[in-house]
């Protein structure tokens, strides 16, 4: 795969030393008569944050269902460590308070619901949620309701997180805190993230990596590699720089 820029900060260093947690080798896979991806190999490392962008309809969040082992490849392998999948809406239950909603995961796993609650509520001020606990899902904000659905991911307790365009529904400013927070919470609780976004700039300022797809079939057809440790302004020159050799590269695969 095409790459730009290098590693260079130890960090970055380590993990490229380090057996990828994600693999997809030559993984092509088709919905009847529909190619959704094609040929498509990519991986990434303990605590490495990649970011997929691409056209709508390019496979992205087909890409994530087969890493969380939620379809199989038509073609091609997938190995991943345990995957846990955080979609773009934040599906948070009603009638559940937000702690209760974050804790989820952990009831699933048969604790009881008070021994869940413990383990959840510390995380609620480390995330900014303190004092929102008792909150029923209405009567918190769009960019709440997603660190709930956060929190909840991370609570699963997998090492590999899919998000899948986590702050799309979310106005500009929201969406520019929720980056802030979102590149907080990962350097306080490491994971192996996949991140599919459709905001080239998001994926500069959050990513270790970014892999550019192409239109539907998706095939990788760039890979960029910022130099400077996550996260990053988006106004900082290597921003600037690398998101327009990924629109390029997004124009050059129509």
Same mark, same amino acid.
């Given at each position: 795969?095409?790459?730009?820029?290098?590693?260079?900060?130890?960090?970055?260093?380590?993990?490229?030393?380090?057996?990828?947690?994600?693999?997809?080798?030559?993984?092509?896979?088709r919905f009847g008569d529909v190619v959704a991806?094609?040929?498509?190999?990519?991986?990434?490392?303990?605590?490495?944050?990649?970011?997929?962008?691409?056209?709508?309809?390019?496979?992205?969040?087909?890409?994530?269902?087969? &890493?969380?082992? @939620?379809? =199989? $490849?038509? +073609?091609?392998?997938?190995?991943?460590?345990? *995957?846990?999948?955080? %979609?773009?809406?934040?599906?948070?239950?009603?009638?559940?308070?937000?702690?209760?909603?974050?804790?989820?995961?952990?009831?699933?796993?048969?604790?009881?619901?008070?021994?869940?609650?413990?383990?959840?509520?510390?995380?609620?001020?480390?995330?900014?949620?303190?004092?929102?606990?008792?909150?029923?899902?209405?009567?918190?904000?769009?960019?709440?309701?997603?660190?709930?659905?956060?929190?909840?991911?991370?609570?699963?307790?997998?090492? &590999?997180?899919? @998000?899948? =365009? $986590?702050? +799309?529904?979310?106005?500009?400013?929201?969406? *520019?805190?929720?980056? %802030?927070?979102?590149?907080?919470?990962?350097?306080?609780?490491?994971?192996?993230?996949?991140?599919?976004?459709?905001?080239?700039?998001?994926?500069?300022?959050?990513?270790?990596?970014?892999?550019?797809?192409?239109?539907?079939?998706?095939?990788?057809?760039a890979e960029l590699r910022p130099e400077s440790p996550r996260p990053r302004a988006?106004?900082?020159?290597?921003?600037?720089?690398?998101?327009?050799?990924?629109?390029?590269?997004?124009?050059?695969?129509?």
């Amino acid at each position: 795969m095409p790459a730009e820029g290098a590693i260079t900060t130890p960090e970055a260093a380590s993990r490229a030393q380090a057996p990828p947690t994600v693999t997809l080798h030559a993984v092509t896979q088709r919905f009847g008569d529909v190619v959704a991806l094609e040929a498509l190999s990519l991986d990434a490392r303990p605590e490495e944050v990649v970011a997929v962008v691409g056209p709508s309809g390019c496979g992205k969040t087909t890409l994530l269902e087969l &890493v969380c082992g @939620l379809a =199989e $490849p038509t +073609a091609g392998t997938v190995e991943a460590a345990p *995957a846990v999948l955080m %979609a773009q809406r934040d599906l948070l239950l009603p009638w559940l308070s937000a702690l209760d909603n974050a804790a989820l995961p952990l009831r699933v796993q048969g604790r009881s619901r008070a021994d869940a609650r413990s383990a959840a509520a510390p995380l609620f001020a480390q995330l900014g949620l303190g004092g929102f606990e008792a909150a029923r899902p209405y009567e918190l904000s769009g960019g709440m309701k997603q660190r709930v659905a956060f929190l909840r991911t991370l609570l699963a307790g997998k090492p &590999v997180l899919c @998000l899948d =365009e $986590p702050f +799309a529904a979310l106005d500009a400013i929201t969406r *520019a805190e929720m980056q %802030a927070w979102l590149a907080g919470a990962l350097a306080r609780e490491p994971r192996t993230v996949l991140l599919v976004t459709h905001d080239v700039e998001e994926a500069l300022v959050l990513a270790d990596r970014v892999v550019v797809l192409s239109r539907r079939p998706g095939r990788v057809v760039a890979e960029l590699r910022p130099e400077s440790p996550r996260p990053r302004a988006a106004t900082d020159d290597e921003v600037v720089e690398l998101r327009a050799r990924a629109v390029a590269a997004l124009e050059g695969a129509r």
